[in-house]
C-alpha cells in the first residue's frame, strides 16, 4: 500500500489509513440482476450474479471506535460486483467478487470529506439510531426523512483465518470510477440464513431499494464484533 498524504480539514493523513477497532453489522439480500445493473450502469462495472438472472445486494451498519478518521456510524448500500476484467458468477465465485458503493451514509463531516476525497465514497451525511440487542437494530435519517430501519438477528459463530483478508470496493463519485484495495482481521463473527428485518421510509434512497424489491427476506447476515481494517489509495479504472 502507498504512502502518500492527502490534506483533510486543515490535518494530514498519511496512508495507509487504518481501522483498529469497528463492529460490522449486515444483511444480504438478493435481487433482479437486470434492476441491479440499471441501478450500477453509471460505474461501468457489472453486477454479480450469485445465480442467473440474481444480483446480491449487501446493507451494512459499521461502528467506527478506533479510526485514523475518528468515531462514527455509516450506513453502506452495495452491489456486489464482477472485478474488471473478470467473469466470477455462482457461488463458487462469490468470495472473488468486489463490492460497489452504489450509497453510503455517515454522521461525522471529517469522514465525509475524507471518504469523498480520497476514495470517491458517495457520502452523505445523516442521522443515526442504533440499539444493541439481539436483534440488533437501527434507524437511518437523512435530509429530514427516513431511509431505513433495520433489525439484525445474531447468528452462530463463525471461525475466521487469523491472517488479513483482501477485500476490493469499487465507487463512482463524479463520474469516475475506483478501485480501493483494503485488507481486514476479523473476529467474533456470526452469521445466519435470514434473520433481518426490514422497513423503507421515503428518502430517495430507500426508493432505489424499493426499486430492487426490498423490503423483502435477506438470505444471510452477519455481525462482527472486531473488525481491524487498512486502506490504501484509490486508483481510477478504465
Given amino acids: 500500500?502507498?504512502?502518500?498524504?492527502?490534506?483533510?480539514?486543515?490535518?494530514?493523513?498519511?496512508?495507509?489509513?487504518?481501522?483498529?477497532?469497528?463492529?460490522?453489522?449486515?444483511?444480504?439480500?438478493?435481487?433482479?440482476?437486470?434492476?441491479?445493473?440499471?441501478?450500477?450502469?453509471?460505474?461501468?462495472?457489472?453486477?454479480?450474479e450469485l445465480r442467473p438472472g440474481r444480483a446480491v445486494v449487501n446493507l451494512l451498519l459499521t461502528r467506527f471506535v478506533d479510526c485514523d478518521l475518528g468515531q462514527y456510524n455509516e450506513f453502506?448500500?452495495?452491489?456486489m460486483v464482477q472485478p474488471p476484467a473478470s467473469?466470477?458468477?455462482?457461488?463458487?465465485?462469490f468470495g472473488a467478487a468486489g463490492t460497489f458503493v452504489h450509497r453510503m451514509a455517515v454522521d461525522g463531516a471529517f469522514t465525509?470529506?475524507?471518504?469523498?476525497?480520497?476514495?470517491?465514497?458517495?457520502?452523505?451525511?445523516?442521522d443515526f439510531t442504533v440499539r444493541d440487542g439481539n436483534p440488533f437494530s437501527f434507524d437511518v435519517d437523512a435530509d429530514g426523512s427516513r431511509v431505513v430501519e433495520m433489525a439484525i438477528g445474531r447468528g452462530l459463530p463463525v471461525p475466521m483465518p487469523s491472517r488479513p483478508q483482501?477485500?476490493?470496493?469499487y465507487t463512482n463519485l463524479d463520474g469516475t470510477t475506483r478501485e480501493t484495495e483494503a485488507e481486514q482481521v476479523t473476529s467474533g463473527m456470526h452469521a445466519r440464513i435470514g434473520g433481518a428485518a426490514i422497513r423503507l421510509g421515503d428518502h430517495p434512497i430507500a426508493k432505489e431499494l424499493a426499486?430492487?424489491?426490498?423490503?423483502?427476506?435477506?438470505?444471510?447476515?452477519m455481525s462482527i464484533a472486531n473488525a481491524d481494517m487498512t486502506f490504501g489509495d484509490a486508483r481510477e479504472i478504465a
Avoid at 453502506?76 to 452491489?79: A, M, Y
Fill in 76 to 79: 453502506s448500500f452495495c452491489v
Fill in 166 to 169: 483482501s477485500l476490493l470496493t
Fill in 87 to 93: 467473469d466470477v458468477r455462482g457461488l463458487r465465485g
Fill in 211 to 221: 426499486s430492487l424489491g426490498l423490503p423483502k427476506k435477506a438470505f444471510a447476515c
Fill in 1 to 48: 500500500m502507498s504512502e502518500s498524504q492527502h490534506t483533510i480539514a486543515g490535518t494530514v493523513l498519511t496512508m495507509p489509513i487504518r481501522v483498529r477497532k469497528a463492529d460490522v453489522h449486515s444483511a444480504m439480500f438478493t435481487v433482479d440482476a437486470d434492476a441491479a445493473q440499471r441501478l450500477i450502469d453509471y460505474s461501468g462495472l457489472r453486477a454479480f
Fill in 112 to 126: 465525509l470529506e475524507a471518504g469523498r476525497q480520497i476514495w470517491g465514497y458517495p457520502k452523505i451525511m445523516a
